[in-house]
């Protein structure tokens, strides 16, 4: 596709559950994102990928979030046993290259999550 | 304190007038810094991004760095209604480090 795709968009979650968040980044970028945005903050650092390592995971808030990128494309993040607080937009971004360098991230349109 | 720092405002601009948007950094080796535009409901979307001290201009927009004074700056000229919307710095710390957010200045153009 032409740019980054997630989904689902919007996620409704009972207190507890387990959710999976998909992210389709653009083709042939190497680095991928996530950050979490809550209502009227900017967009905080979860953990980033440079093709299918892990590279930091500094900001996963709690051993609940897991992230993924198998095969240096497709990316899932993971929240097991969802709290009210994880309620938040999830954004994911790529990037052709690596960080701290020229190359300008794209985000995705993200997933809502609502935990209630 | 938070390493990116942005007024929340909002900062009201008439229909032609300059906005001035400002960001202060915490971290003195920062690389490269990016000014993101974020509409109501949207996702983030890159306007500018700038790595030396001075001014960059596009269009209607100059960004402005100085890294002596840890500041990073955006201008738009002949603001329109539809530059309203949330302003985001962001800035790469170090390389192999990701970009670390402001909280956004929202941004209201009357007409």
């Known amino acids: 596709g032409a740019g980054v795709s997630q989904s689902p968009r919007y996620k409704v979650a009972k207190r507890g559950q387990d959710v999976a968040l998909r992210c389709d980044p653009i083709?042939?970028?190497?680095?991928l994102f996530w950050y979490q945005q809550a209502l009227g903050q900017g967009p905080e650092f979860l953990t980033y990928f440079q093709n299918e390592a892990q590279l930091d995971k500094s900001g996963l808030p709690s051993d609940r979030f897991f992230a993924e990128r198998p095969e240096g494309s497709v990316s899932t993040l993971k929240i097991q046993r969802t709290q009210q607080e994880d309620s938040a937009v999830y954004l994911c971004?790529?990037?052709?290259?690596?960080?701290?360098?020229?190359?300008?991230?794209?985000f995705g349109n993200g997933t809502r999550l609502t935990v209630t | 304190q938070k390493e990116v720092e942005q007024n929340s405002g909002p900062l009201s601009v008439p229909e032609g007038a300059i906005a001035s948007l400002n960001c202060t950094y915490s971290?003195?080796?920062?690389?490269?810094f990016f000014w993101y535009r974020q509409y109501s409901g949207k996702s983030p979307e890159l306007i500018m991004f700038i790595y030396s001290n001075g001014d960059k201009e596009d269009g209607r927009f100059t960004a402005q760095l100085n890294k002596a004074s840890q500041y990073v700056s955006l201008l738009i000229r002949d603001s329109q209604p539809s530059d309203s919307a949330t302003y985001l710095c962001a800035v790469a710390p170090r390389a192999g480090t990701a970009l670390i957010f402001g909280k956004g200045t929202t941004l209201s153009v009357s007409s």
């Open positions: 083709s042939g970028h190497v680095s």
């Open positions: 971004a790529s990037s052709l290259a690596g960080t701290g360098s020229s190359s300008p991230l794209h």
């Open positions: 971290d003195r080796g920062s690389q490269s």
